[in-house]
């Protein structure tokens, strides 16, 4: 029992804190309690304990948060006049009571959606401090209090309320493109990362042939290193761009087709052939992946007879890429690995609904028929 009271001390506290402040206002006619009103006495007594204690029990989170700890003090100040006012000047729709139940209203709203309410805060407290104006010309400038209600009470309450839809429609506007960006920046992260999973191992198999020509002396060496330093450079900076050329795409391939050449000891036979009517950009990377997938799962897994034979073309804003290559037919349950699930999931993202990729495999054929619309 001990250790539930000092757990809930705060709320003990609160309540003497109430019940002292509630006796010297009462003394001091600063409020009204009607003794009939035992239903309405007790919810407000309730309500205003909890707010005198809920700060207490939460003093160290306050104290870790000055912050939202100054700004729920402000409004709770804001909320004790409030009533004050309301209850010792008896008042009906007293002015001063409703530019500090605006004045609430604000604040609650900056304290829950601060963002959103600094983002927009000209135009909120500019309208509502036309409403108020408004409020306190008809409020005042009334014959009487019955005038005032049969002919301006309705309009003006009604124009409190008027701004709240237009602001939840601009809130939901605005969660609609935040989160509209954050989609964006997420598949942008996610190409970047698909680009980087370009398999490396690549370089690392250029370097090592590099490596035994310069150790033979070989004339080929100066002409590995020219066509590995184009194609890393190409890899690591014209990788970064959202599109280049395809002309660039077509002399990467050339130089990747020309290094494998060289570093395979067996006769393969690779063509490709180009014919780009239409200079237009595509994504960067996209074909060697394919082209990888064919030497990879083809090329290298056959003693001989070897082949990959590869078009581009691009005409009237279509790309048009073709790529078939033989393989061993021991290997036609193989998965189709990282490489091609890269490739869709790219295409997905930078071409949507304005690509079509077709995969066509026999006993010992591989064949991807990739068509982008630019359009």
Known sequence: MMAFLKKYSGFLIGLAILLVLTQILSSLKLILIDPDEWLTNTLFFVFWWLVFSFPIYKYKYILQHKLVAYKVLGLSVCLILMVVIDSYFNIPDNPGTIFL????????????????????????????????????????????????????????????????????????????????TLKADKSKAELELLKTQINPHFFFNTLNNLYSLTVKHSDKAPEV????????????????????????????????????????????NIEFSHSIEQEVKVAPLLFIILLENALKHGVESLADSAYVRMDLSSSNNNIHFKIE???????????????????????????????????????????????????
């Open 101 to 180: 139940l605006v004045t609430l209203w604000l604040g609650l709203f900056y304290l829950f959606i601060p963002k959103f309410f600094t983002k927009y805060q000209r135009y909120i407290i500019g309208a509502y401090a036309i409403i108020l104006v408004y409020f306190f010309y008809v409020r005042l400038s009334a014959i009487s209090f019955e005038d005032y209600v049969s002919n301006d009470k309705e309009t003006a309450f009604a124009l409190f309320f008027l701004p709240i839809p237009f602001l939840i429609l601009v809130w939901v506007y605005d969660q609609w493109k935040w989160l509209k």
């Open 225 to 268: 290193i020219l066509k590995l330093s184009d194609m890393m450079r190409y890899t690591i900076y014209e990788g970064k761009k959202e599109f280049v050329p395809l002309r660039e795409e077509v002399t990467y391939l050339e130089n990747y087709i020309e290094l494998h050449k060289i570093r395979y000891q067996k006769k393969v």
């Open 325 to 375: 290559n033989n393989y061993e037919p021991m290997e036609i349950n193989e998965a189709e690995g990282i490489g091609l699930e890269n490739l869709k999931r790219r295409l997905e993202l930078i071409y949507p609904k304005t690509h079509e990729l077709n995969i066509h495999k026999t006993a010992s054929t591989f064949a991807v028929d990739l068509k982008i619309s630019l359009q």
